[in-house]
């Protein structure tokens, strides 16, 4: 009898021990649904602000949010209504690895929530394409529902070459994100050896759109130098967007100081996994925004001062990743 009451006693003990991991999982998974869509609303707040910003000075400025696609809804829930706040805060929307991820197979979950986007929001889709037997393919499926591919293979895995081939080229002139049917996706300078190099290699193509970086290494392009990447090699006008990441600071930026790191300032908060460079960050916090818009020495007016047509916001969906795994 004495063996069966201490057998008991440890089976009680460890139910309770069960019960209590049980509901400490429920209580944090409920936290992290609850904080993913108080973020996700900051988030739109923050592509808003940004958005009213730029257009305050420039009423044909052009937003595209990459990624985040659930932003486009309430609560971050494309099973509820559209946004239209934020909808029209944005011109379009950019998206990675799309009908083809790292298995080759098509992310059918996101592609439907595009699907449900109005007409007049470009989605732009930035493929990975292992097997180059397979790009025709994806760009087939991407034109199939008027989404705009760019293909990238293994050996630009950093958005530091360009392509040769270029789908629907045009010599149309191109004013307005509605009007693109491709573009060049080249924010890495790597490949080239001078920033006269690389303008006069992206002069010398015809994309509807190119999206690269406010700075060549550290020196910033000028209006006359935008002027020329304007224009395409057959005579034809293009759009210029710069990239610009909203959702995780990156330690060569000129923002960054020397005695920054993951928790210092505080809002520096998870570290980014497969970029040793870069740290998620609370991007509602004063401090950050501030470095990102709303006054003279923001990132978005030096932009804007640069003569860019419109801005590429990366890392929309830190709002998930920081809450999520």
Request: net charge neutral.
């Amino acid at each position: 009898m004495k063996i069966e009451k201490i057998d008991m006693k440890r089976y009680y003990i460890t139910l309770l021990i069960l019960l209590s991991i049980l509901l400490s999982v429920g209580f944090n998974s409920e936290d992290k649904d609850k904080n993913t869509v108080k973020a996700g609303k900051k988030m739109q707040e923050f592509v808003i602000g940004i958005s009213n910003y730029a257009r305050k000075q420039k009423n044909d400025f052009i937003i595209i949010p990459q990624n985040g696609s659930e932003l486009a809804f309430e609560n971050s829930n494309p099973d509820k209504n559209l946004s239209a706040s934020y909808l029209k805060a944005i011109d379009g929307i950019a998206i990675e690895e799309l009908f083809y991820n790292e298995k080759g197979k098509a992310d059918n979950y996101r592609i439907e929530n595009l699907k449900k986007l109005p007409k007049d929001k470009k989605i732009m889709v930035s493929e990975f394409v292992k097997n180059k037997d397979d790009i025709d393919k994806v760009i087939q499926l991407n034109q199939t529902v008027n989404f705009v591919p760019f293909i990238r293979t293994a050996e630009n895995y950093h958005y530091h070459l360009i392509p040769e081939n270029i789908n629907l080229e045009n010599a149309n002139n191109i004013t307005k994100l509605s009007d693109v049917q491709n573009f060049l996706y080249l924010i890495n300078a790597d490949d080239f050896d001078t920033k006269k190099q690389l303008i006069e290699a992206v002069a010398n193509t015809n994309f509807d759109l190119v999206l690269i970086d406010l700075y060549y290494y550290s020196f910033p392009y000028t209006k006359a130098e935008l002027e020329l990447l304007k224009k395409k090699k057959n005579g034809g006008k293009r759009l210029v967007i710069c990239y610009m990441n909203v959702g995780a600071a990156e330690n060569w930026r000129n923002y960054w100081q020397p005695d920054w790191k993951l928790g210092n300032p505080k809002w520096l908060k998870k570290k980014y996994k497969g970029y040793d460079n870069e740290i998620y960050v609370e991007f509602w916090d004063a401090n950050w925004q501030k470095l990102i818009y709303g006054n003279e020495e923001s990132y978005t007016q030096k932009i804007i001062n640069a003569g860019f047509d419109g801005v590429f916001l990366d890392n929309v969906e830190a709002y998930y990743n920081l809450y999520n795994d």
